[in-house]
């Protein structure tokens, strides 16, 4: 543990010998493409398919009569009640958005699909449109479920803000509305079905991060026992979010390939995910800050207001609880009051793409915080520093997880040279350029709850590790064979690792919220301390030494003088018990990763173009099984946070049509766009698990946007943007400094 | 896709053959533009004549002076190719910065130029250049060619089969890309060439276009200050997602003094 080993997943990815879900073709299986709405909002008026279905190759076109009576997909009421719209598989009465699927044709082959979809005649009378959540929460009702179209609706507060705003020295504002974002994996969203009429079983192959709860909720929506469902995530090509859920979709396949008896894929095309898949951020916020003449944080104040789409997916409610719970983040602002609303609008829905309302709310906060110190004058690093929480020791009984943010910003003082830069940064503004600093801390917590695995001492001396904590191209495999090969004293080569299976695997959460380490490997490591102690025990017997004194390595078991052996292989066939732990592990309580961010960046005058100079990135996410991995993690949070601040957002026009349709106008971040990164971590252990680890998979897009923009905020001073949108593209940029020059 | 007959002739006579008397034919170069447009259904030829196995149409050279690039050579092999580089650095640099390395190992000439994107870089390069489009009929002047959005001078039964550009005494490209498509908001070609100054504009409009106040200006005074106040009309420009008319209008003026400070 705690060493870079690398991917043992990339030997075959990398050879393109991984086995993603368009791989797989089983014999005799069908394409399944859906017909989707073409307008965001309206009524159905006809729909006819008779003259696809007569195409040759066309197997079936199923419709809204072939999923009614079938169930609902559950939203997870998280931190408190929820109102979902209905869950619609396929609609024939009205449309709610662009892209929800009406039908699906089933074909022998993706082209006489394709040629089918053309055929069928829908026709839509449309309705006006309610996109922005603010236009939703004035709007009319779309759905009598959801009164007010209000979904959820959270608040958090302590002490009096209001009284602490009314004696404040100094109060600032911000007012921000976050880029709508598409979490674009490299590979889609797919689902394969097999339907073994027989045994009455459904096979599910899909692309998700979570294949328990797929197994259950699609069991349940189908009608069917759990049992009579297995779900598996073979090589997945990236998630962000995105896969977290079951999708309408993923019903209709199970539904064609159970009515047909047949195997049925879909794969949806890069369009498809863009205009269907779920969408990250997308809130309007506003906030206000008190302080006091020395820069103390008095209260906070803040406001969400989250779109959510037409539809919930099952974490649909997270964004708005992150957003607003995790609020005074890092610092210590004993009065508070935070609100945070979401509304279903005509658009896709909205998931819980990285980061899930952590990054809107550190944005949020630390633009306050910048405004503030331009406000008193002072450093916003010093500013930073007198109010962030102390440091504690934290306590494993009772789930309080330690922290340490003083430390990241004396180390970011100290790696960036601080005073040093800020001098040269002021030369260089003295000197007519357009330069500016962006700091950010920001914090990430990492789940709750239980997670299972199951280690075990196989015949042929492998020692085999499942986990319900799934993979998504992280390179858990080789984070969780560490593990567990520390605990047992072998190599990683000797652990395999079971994940993505619900037939092989125990029942367990999935790879979200940054707490598959933090829990999934803290199961793990659990279940094999117990493993390993029944194999000391059996091996103690053969090898007649006290349990305790048995010693292990690479080859086998040993008594304490090593003059007695016994190899893993021989431990398995000669022991008359397994040597097999499975356990559900409860987390003590929820871990929090945490950092800080530095970023240097400059705006062409001309243009308007930013560019990233400089990023410092210090992350403290506890103990770090494997810190290359760590690392990666850190790097694509940050390149997904640099697109988010500067390139990315999807674009809906006032009839609801989206303008960003596919990847040329899209704009995702490339390597060129990347500055350098200077990477630093720090290794707080959390008290609130055996590892101590913390989360870092959805870090980099939390602490980059708020550097990267604080930085180019500060670089564009004196002028100013009274409303922040990102991204900050270089039309926005050359506009501000158009109007500052007038 | 559709379905669709597919060519491969290994002769210009024979894909001129190959073109007619068909329903509606269409040439395939790289396929880079061709192939997605395809694969989307929204094209739907009913024959496609690949011209990669003629080996004649790939490739640079010497004719008189000039270059002559052929309209199979893809933009990387015209980025790498030695005597673009010695003879127009800045046709090599114009190269070097379309798309990504993918679309420029595919991506050709005589596809990129027949096919006539308003966002395109080689339009610039061939009207600031002064080039001439030559074809299995006739030759064509850069400025005739292009003449509107996606629209050429070409008839149905014609195909490129090289660009000859003459060598300027200096040129240089500057190109504001856009950031998702890495095609140009706007690009600015300027060249000092035997018949004067040329300042070619791409991006901005719905073809290529010369700015001839700019032309003049520089001709007089050959420096970046020259053309920093002159502005070209907003109203004519495109507006889009990535760039409005009028910020677009503005990086005509910024593009081409970047253009003229690299000519030096
Ligand atoms: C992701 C991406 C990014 C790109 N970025 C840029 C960019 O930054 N700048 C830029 O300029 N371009 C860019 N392109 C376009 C690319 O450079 C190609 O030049 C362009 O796609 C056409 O070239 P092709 O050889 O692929 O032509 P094809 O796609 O094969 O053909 C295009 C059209 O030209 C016709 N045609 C082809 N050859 C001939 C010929 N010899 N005579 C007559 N007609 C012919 C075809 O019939 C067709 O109508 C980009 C493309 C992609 C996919």
């Not at chain 2, 027949?114 to 080689?122: E, H, R, T, V």
């Not at chain 2, 009929?137 to 060619?145: G, Q």
Request: net charge negative.
């Amino acid at each position: 543990m705690g060493q870079p080993l690398r991917r043992r997943e990339d030997a075959a990815l990398l050879r393109g010998q991984g086995h993603f879900i368009d791989d797989h073709a089983p014999p005799g299986c069908l394409h399944l493409v859906f017909l989707r709405s073409p307008l965001a909002r309206g009524r159905i008026t006809g729909l006819d398919c008779a003259a696809a279905r007569a195409l040759p190759g066309v197997v079936a076109v199923l419709t809204a009569a072939d999923v009614r009576g079938l169930g609902r997909l559950p939203v997870n009421p998280i931190g408190g009640p929820v109102q979902p719209p209905p869950f619609p598989i396929l609609t024939d009465d009205s449309v709610q958005a662009l892209g929800q699927p009406v039908a699906a044709v089933v074909a022998e082959t993706f082209s006489a699909a394709l040629d089918a979809l053309e055929q069928i005649d829908l026709d839509i009378e449309p309705l006006p449109t309610l996109l922005t959540p603010t236009a939703a929460l004035a709007g009319d009702s779309l759905y009598p479920e959801v009164p007010g179209n209000l979904a959820v609706e959270r608040h958090y507060s302590r002490g009096d803000a209001r009284a602490a705003f009314d004696a404040a020295a100094v109060v600032v504002e911000a007012q921000i509305c976050h880029p709508r974002l598409a979490p674009s994996s490299l590979e889609p969203r797919a689902t394969l079905a097999q339907w073994d009429a027989t045994a009455a079983r459904l096979t599910l192959w899909s692309g998700t991060q979570t294949p328990h709860r797929l197994r259950s909720d699609m069991a349940a929506i189908l009608g069917l026992e759990p049992e009579q469902v297995q779900a598996i995530a073979p090589d997945v090509g990236g998630a962000f979010g995105l896969k977290a859920s079951l999708y309408p979709e993923d019903v209709v396949v199970a539904q064609a390939a159970r009515q047909l008896g047949r195997p049925v894929k879909w794969v949806a095309s890069r369009g498809e995910e863009l205009l269907s898949g779920t969408h990250g951020r997308g809130a309007e916020s506003r906030g206000t800050l008190a302080l006091d003449r020395e820069g103390r944080m008095l209260a906070l104040e803040a406001d969400f207001l989250f779109p959510l789409g037409y539809w919930m997916p099952f974490s649909g409610a997270v964004p708005a609880w992150n957003a607003a719970r995790i609020l005074p983040g890092p610092y210590a602002i004993t009065d508070y009051s935070v609100t945070s609303r979401a509304v279903i609008t005509n658009t896709a829905p909205l998931g819980i793409y990285r980061g899930a309302g952590r990054p809107e709310a550190a944005l949020l906060l630390e633009r306050l915080v910048e405004e503030a110190a331009d406000q008193l004058g002072m450093d916003p690093l010093e500013l930073r520093r007198r109010n962030l929480a102390p440091s504690q020791a934290g306590d494993a009984a009772s789930g309080r997880d330690s922290s340490d943010y003083q430390a990241l910003t004396t180390e970011l003082a100290a790696q960036s040279d601080y005073e040093t830069l800020r001098a040269e940064i002021g030369q260089r503004r003295n000197r007519g350029e357009k330069v500016g600093l962006g700091l950010s801390c920001y914090v990430e917590p990492s789940g709750q709850g239980w997670e299972s695995a199951r280690v075990s001492l196989l015949p042929d001396g492998c020692i085999q590790a499942a986990t319900g904590s799934s993979a998504q191209g992280q390179g858990r495999e080789t984070a969780f064979a560490q593990i567990v090969a520390q605990v047992f004293g072998v190599t990683p080569e000797q652990v395999e690792v079971l994940h993505g299976d619900t037939a092989r695997t125990p029942a367990g959460i999935g790879a979200l919220a940054s707490r598959s380490t933090p829990i999934g490997g803290s199961a793990l490591l659990l279940a094999a301390r117990n493993s390993r102690e029944q194999a000391g025990r059996q091996a103690a017997a053969l090898l007649d030494c006290e349990p305790e004194a048995v010693l292990t390595d690479e080859a086998g078991l040993h008594s304490s003088d090593r003059d007695a052996h016994v190899s893993w292989a021989e431990l398995a066939r000669k022991s008359n018990d397994a040597c097999e732990s499975e356990i559900v592990y409860e987390a003590a309580g929820e871990a929090w990763g945490f950092g800080a961010c530095l970023a240097v960046a400059t705006i062409d005058q001309e243009t308007g173009a930013a560019r990233i100079e400089r990023l410092i990135y210090l992350d403290d996410a506890g103990t770090l099984v494997n810190p290359l991995l760590a690392e990666g993690q850190i790097h694509g949070g940050i390149a997904q946070g640099l697109g988010e601040a500067l390139l990315e957002r999807l674009v809906y026009n006032e009839e609801g049509e989206l303008l960003t349709g596919s990847l040329m106008d899209y704009a995702l971040p490339r390597a060129d766009d990347m500055p350098a990164l200077q990477l630093g971590h720090h290794s707080t252990p959390s008290p609130c698990n055996p590892l101590g680890a913390r989360g870092l998979g959805e870090s980099g897009s939390i602490g980059a946007p708020p550097a990267i923009l604080n930085a180019l905020l500060d670089a564009l001073k004196p002028g100013k943007l009274p409303i922040l949108e990102p991204p900050l593209s270089s039309e926005t940029l050359w506009r501000a400094l158009r109007k500052e020059q007038e | 896709m559709y379905a669709f007959e597919y060519h491969k002739p290994s002769s210009v006579e024979d894909a001129v053959a190959a073109l007619s008397g068909k329903d509606d034919p269409k040439i395939v170069a790289g396929g880079m533009t061709l192939l997605p447009t395809m694969k989307q259904r929204l094209a739907a030829p009913s024959d496609l004549i690949d011209l990669g196995g003629i080996a004649k149409l790939v490739g640079v050279r010497e004719d008189g002076g000039a270059l002559a690039v052929g309209a199979m050579t893809t933009h990387a092999a015209v980025a790498g190719n030695d005597l673009v580089k010695s003879r127009i650095p800045a046709l090599a640099n114009l190269a070097e910065g379309i798309g990504d390395p993918q679309v420029r190992n595919r991506g050709t000439i005589g596809g990129s130029v027949a096919n006539a994107d308003p966002a395109a870089d080689y339009p610039a390069g061939l009207v600031g250049l002064g080039a001439t489009v030559v074809t299995n009929k006739r030759e064509i002047a850069a400025d005739d060619f292009f003449t509107g959005l996606f629209e050429t001078a070409l008839e149905e039964d014609e195909l490129i089969t090289s660009v000859r550009f003459p060598v300027p005494q200096k040129a240089a490209y500057a190109k504001f890309a856009n950031p998702a498509s890495r095609y140009a908001i706007v690009g600015v070609f300027v060249a000092q060439t035997d018949g004067g100054i040329r300042v070619a504009v791409t991006g901005a409009k719905g073809s290529v276009f010369r700015v001839a106040e700019m032309e003049q200006a520089l001709s007089g005074n050959f420096s970046a200050d020259a053309v920093a106040g002159i502005k070209v009309p907003a109203d004519e420009m495109n507006g889009d997602l990535h760039a409005s008319a009028e910020y677009r209008a503005h990086l005509v003026t910024v593009m081409a003094k970047r253009a003229v400070a690299a000519v030096g």
